[in-house]
């Protein structure tokens, strides 16, 4: 399941499709564009060999992941770090986001698909977080 290089094998990362685990979210999903970006965030991560999850409840993240830290053959359980899509800015989500990451010590990322909720992101927390924007559908 783990390769010698210590990412997941191509036998592992057939075994966690991206869409399977966003579909089995049900409602809490949200939108096309919402659910295009959680399948995206995962497939990324799993080609770089981490473990990506899709936390279950309300109060989880959009996607999880727990990568090798560095160290070959081993995931380092003790950093996770977590996305979070917004594809509207709502500053107390925002806010809400980072509160959860920092009381969790994990490292968050915020996700979007408009330059202008990236730049609203940007300037409300302070250059602190990381902010992507990326097209849902690549290949659209």
């Not at 210590?6 to 579909?23: F, Q, T």
């Not at 959680?38 to 727990?66: H, L, N």
Request: net charge positive.
């Amino acid at each position: 399941m783990i390769g010698k290089d210590g990412r997941l094998s191509k036998e592992a990362l057939r075994m966690v499709d991206p869409k399977m685990m966003v579909l089995a979210q049900g409602e809490r999903k949200g939108g096309e564009d919402h659910v295009a970006m959680m399948q995206r965030i995962i497939e990324m991560e799993q080609e770089r060999g981490s473990f990506a999850f899709v936390p279950a409840g309300e109060e989880g993240f959009d996607v999880g992941t727990i990568g090798t830290g560095g160290r070959k053959g081993a995931w380092n359980n003790s950093k996770v770090s977590v996305y979070e899509i917004q594809t509207t800015y709502i500053r107390s989500e925002v806010e809400n986001c980072i509160k959860r990451a920092r009381n969790r010590r994990h490292q968050l990322t915020f996700v979007t698909n408009s330059a202008r909720v990236k730049k609203e992101i940007e300037q409300m927390a302070g250059g602190q977080y990381r902010v992507l924007k990326i097209k849902p559908n690549p290949d659209a």
